[in-house]
């Protein structure tokens, strides 16, 4: 298995907030050297790696996971939480998930 | 046919151009344990057509706490009007006595509103949805251009779907305007949040929504004191559409 992590970096060249949230949770749900790989999607750059790999995957939102399993399939994941419980065996508190759900689908708080 | 062979893509394109009883009818005659989330405001056109279809359909509402007075005689007017034993979903009281204790009454002015909306909706809206098959709401895709332009009529529930409990979300009123909408209201003598009455177009909460002026998105009477600047993770279009042009 091999775990590519795509980060946004804004404009300004400063890092997205949520992408240094998750990098901050990896580091404390203790998972963090699993990520083999760190790419930047850079708006500075359309032709950065990580816009191209959003691209193809059809993901709209940073930071997302490419995981690539033995067989070659990747599986892509844009929830933190999920990557943690389905991938690495971990599990997220409820109040971070509701949050990761949020940040995944903004429509949801104007139900 | 089991729920798991529900092709949710192959009715969306095949439902698109249907009208939103015609949606009601496909989501009714698959499942059973289903239930509609009813806001409070003009989502109510949904009750009205599916009652017709089926008398005793389930209906929920987010009871926040913090909801309109007019919002709330509102919801008991439905259940009134329609026979509906409509369900008022509250929000954990560990959580919610926490987020007041440490924080206040009025964080989200300070904070965002999310973490007050996680504790008061989504997480409510997520154990309830944990229970149901499928939901059906009322968005609409002239709420937002920018995140509900591509809602479709009905979908795998990507955010609340599990690897375990597929869970599909119908959203019959789409493709209709705000002006349909009201049109069905009217010639249908439906019921209406009587704020809708004092200039509210998008309701929500009582601290975080408030009337709009003419021309004014609905969205701008809610969390208007925000910065949208804050926004800042989406992998925009432009960007993401760059290459091949």
Known sequence: MYITMVKK??????????????????????????????????????????????????VDLAPFFIVTGEDGRETVYTVYFRLLREVLQGRAS?????????DNNPDLDFL | MSLADFDAAARAAEYDREQPQDILQLALDHF???????????????????????????????????????????????????NLPVELLSPDPAALEKLVRDKGLFSFYRDGHKECCGIRKV???????????????????DQSPGTRAGVPVVEKDGAFSTPEHALFKF??????????????????????????????????????????????????GRWWWEDETLKECGLHAGNVKAVNQ
Request: hydrophobic letters at 35%; aromatic letters at 6%; charged letters at 30%.
């Open chain 1, 9 to 58: 970096i804004l404009a300004d060249g400063s890092p997205c907030r949520k992408c240094a949230d998750v990098k901050a949770r990896l580091r404390r749900d203790g998972v963090e050297n699993h990520i083999n790989r760190v790419v930047t999607a850079d708006e500075r750059d359309p032709a950065s790696e990580g816009l191209a790999l959003a691209r193809r995957h059809g």
């Open chain 1, 94 to 102: 409820a109040q971070e998930e509701i949050a990761d759900i949020m």
């Open chain 2, 32 to 82: 059973d344990n289903l239930a509609i989330s009813f806001s409070g405001a003009e989502d109510v056109v949904l009750v009205d057509m599916a009652v017709r279809i089926r008398p005793d359909v389930a209906v929920f509402s987010l009871d926040t706490g913090r909801l309109h007075p007019e919002t709330y005689r509102f919801i008991e007017q439905i259940r009134e009007r329609y």
């Open chain 2, 123 to 141: 997480a409510p809206l997520r154990r309830k949805l944990a229970t149901l098959d499928a939901w059906v709401t009322g968005q609409r895709k």
């Open chain 2, 171 to 220: 959203n019959p009123l789409s493709n209709w305007t705000s002006a349909r909408v009201w049109q069905y209201i009217r010639e249908n003598d439906v019921p209406f949040n009587e704020l809708h009455g004092k200039g509210f177009i998008s309701i929500g909460c009582e601290p975080c929504t408030r009337p709009v002026l003419p021309n004014q998105h609905e969205r701008e």
